[in-house]
């Protein structure tokens, strides 16, 4: 099993074999099977306690892709701990909020280690490399879901509509340090026909809302983004951008004075476009396709 692989936290068993997770039973030692599907029946019924241990997988599962194989193994023996340390407590207590605490504690200290990773990133090509690999995996940064603000300062006004954007590119990496400027909840919704995808809404402070779905890549590694941008009133534009990312280096000053070199993740646009309201996109290739009712409204290729 490849050392980044994905863990699952929670359904520690004895029969170790069946789930695939050697790592974690490696040191479950006089913890019954059954304080284990004691758990997992815990974890499968509350709601709460359910999205805690989804988030903590998520951060380990997240954490892990970027660390050295010493730092795995390290993480690995800490995470043995937490379980040990984990079903002890729901052996003498049953009570949720410790257990809901125990989980928040515990999250919390991953969380603290990826923010720590996101300094070491900028300083370090070769991990900035892995968050790269993940981010066109995935379109997000250390495992964080990209802001709707960060995509809307990309969007041409009405007004301004057939001239070039003004923003062409913006720093991934850097976006999580400017918490103030891109502060707002966030959420996804579906819409009919599109089922399948996730689009990831924030309502604006004036009104509106703005929302942004990721289709993925093409063969040539762009990224196809669908915009929703509604003003507070009944129009709502539909725009497609393709986005390009690399990484650059850039310069900054350091405590002691020293200008020093430091690495970005940059999402770089090549191409907006207002589209119709309606139809499905289809990503083959290098090629974009809008269709609708088995219909194809319209089609773009790119270069490769």
Not at 7 to 13: A, D, P, Q, R
Not at 37 to 53: C, F, G, H, P, R
Request: glycine content about 4%; charged content about 25%.
């Amino acid at each position: 099993m490849n050392q980044r692989t994905s863990y699952h936290l929670s359904y520690i068993l004895s029969i170790c074999v069946f789930f695939f997770m050697p790592f974690a039973c490696a040191n479950t030692n006089n913890i019954s099977a059954k304080t284990e599907i004691d758990i997992s029946n815990l974890i499968n019924t509350n709601v709460e306690l359910s999205k805690a241990d989804k988030e903590l997988n998520q951060s380990y599962n997240t954490l892990i892709k970027y660390l050295t194989p010493n730092e795995i193994q390290a993480l690995k023996e800490e995470q043995r701990t937490w379980l040990k340390e984990r079903s002890s407590i729901f052996s003498e207590s049953k009570d949720l909020t410790i257990i809901q605490t125990f989980y928040k504690t515990r999250n919390q200290v991953l969380k603290n280690k990826l923010n720590a990773l996101q300094e070491e990133l900028v300083k370090n090509k070769d991990k900035m490399d892995l968050a790269l690999i993940d981010f066109n995996q995935t379109f997000k940064f250390l495992g964080k879901t990209i802001s709707p603000k960060v995509i809307a300062e990309f969007e041409i006004w009405i007004s301004d509509r057939g001239t070039r954007p003004a923003q062409i590119a913006t720093d991934i990496a850097a976006i999580s340090n400017h918490g103030n400027r891109y502060f707002g909840d966030f959420k996804t919704v579906k819409y009919e026909g599109d089922s399948d995808k996730d689009w990831i809404s924030m309502e604006k402070e004036d009104g509106g809302f703005v929302q942004y779905v990721w289709y993925g890549r093409l063969k040539n590694g762009l990224h196809i983004v669908q915009v929703r941008d509604n003003g507070g009133g009944t129009l709502t534009t539909l725009t497609l951008h393709a986005f390009r990312s690399t990484i650059s280096q850039g310069l900054s000053e350091s405590p002691d004075k020293q200008i020093r070199p430091y690495y970005r993740l940059l999402l770089e646009e090549v191409l907006q476009e207002n589209i119709p309201l309606y139809g499905n996109l289809v990503l083959k290739d290098n090629t974009v396709t809008s269709i609708s009712d088995n219909q194809i409204l319209w089609k773009i290729t790119f270069p490769e």
